[in-house]
């Protein structure tokens, strides 16, 4: 199973993670991941329908739990966690998950994406 994992501002469109996901270098994904309120958003609903994937929310704690491989002073300050979409990809899946891609982020910065592969589906 193949999870992209997404962080992203409250200005975020979804064209911002279009380009996240694109700068990735995947075209799909079985599910994407985020934050729990994030992943409740218009836009993240929007966009998951747009790729024609499922969406996992992740609690907040089970995001700081996760160790990862970039780190971002803005996933760290709102999140306690290196990246948010790092860790949303990799708890989606659970422990036999592994990262494919690390964070890429959007041309307008407002978004960021990592993608992980694991067993669960």
Request: with cysteine.
């Amino acid at each position: 199973m193949i999870v992209a994992g997404f962080g992203f501002s409250s200005d975020a469109t979804i064209d911002s993670l279009t380009s996240a996901f694109s700068e990735t270098g995947l075209s799909a994904a079985d599910a994407i991941a985020t934050a729990e309120d994030k992943s409740k958003t218009h836009v993240f609903i929007d966009f998951a329908k747009t790729i024609g994937a499922k969406i996992v929310s992740i609690d907040a704690s089970a995001l700081t739990r996760i160790k990862t491989h970039t780190q971002s002073q803005a996933s760290q300050t709102h999140r306690n966690t290196g990246s948010v979409a790092e860790a949303a990809a990799l708890a989606a899946l659970g422990n036999d998950a592994n990262l494919l891609v690390p964070r890429s982020i959007s041309n307008d910065r407002m978004a960021t994406c990592a993608i992980a592969q694991g067993p669960k589906s």
